[in-house]
């Protein structure tokens, strides 16, 4: 397998309804697999594509019509006013993490392989999955057990983990899965590990706060009429996606006009959430759990 196969590729950019002259928003970039197929529809339009992860470079697209920003996309309308682009046609965020990190041993990203706890998808970035286990207080480890894996045990994990750093540091994978191995639920092993990982990496990466941070952003930066398309892989992320479509907020009273009417940024395209078919999933088993959302701004 390459860098990464993108899921719903099809639905996600017909998704955008890129006009030939448009200017389009990949913040995911990946492995360029969105991208290049965005960038086909393209005449005078351009492509700005954002990752911070280094590898991504690996994959640029040799286009004048593209530009890489090598940043986190919460930096989406600082980068966009750089390059004169304070306003594009549409956005598409692929939230999955790619199968190059999943499949690659020294990033730390899967309990199939021994090595580092990492979890860093910027690598520049000084706190990394070992910092977390090895310093967070235990109460606050539960939080990130709780809040990101949705493990109904958090407490009784952060317990074990605090318990078998007092006599030594956690420092590789296989450490940290050893403390866990009291508290899998049989015939579900698989499930729960990729839980608990799933947790650490939200928390290292940021990634529900950055989130946020740039779907606020697209409601400046997409014009009226324009697209915002969003592949969500776990029911944290697609609530958030969902809300924010829906009320212009994550949470509290939406704001209506005298009518009695949401004023709400952007309305749903898909009242139903697009997913894989079983086609897809044969061929890409990372797709089973993709979710698509798509909306046109206001």
Known sequence: ???????????????????????????????????????????????????????AQDNLIDDKRFVFVNHNFRFLKNFLKYHKLEKVD?????????????DNPDRGFSFRFEGELDMRMNQSATMSAKEVVNNYEEEKLAKVFWEYGELKNSRKLARAVVEQRKTKKIETIKEFTDILMPYLPKHAEHKFLAKVFQALRIEVNREIEFLKDMLLQTIDTIKPGGRLVVITYHSLEDRIVKNFIRDGQ????????????????????????????????EINNRARSAKLRIAERI
């Open 250 to 281: 994550f949470e509290g009273e939406v704001e209506k006009d005298f009518y009695g009417n949401k004023n709400v940024p952007f309305k749903a395209v898909n009242r139903k959430v697009i997913v894989p078919d079983e086609a897809e999933i």
């Open 1 to 55: 397998m390459g860098y990464h196969t993108p899921v719903l590729l099809k639905e996600s950019v017909e998704g955008l309804q890129i006009k030939p002259d448009g200017i389009y928003v990949d913040v995911t970039f990946g492995g360029g697999g969105h991208s290049k197929e965005i960038i086909k529809y393209l005449d005078k339009g351009k492509l700005v594509a954002f990752d911070q992860d280094d590898d």
């Open 90 to 102: 549409g956005l598409l965020a692929d939230l999955g993490v790619s199968s190059h990190h999943f």
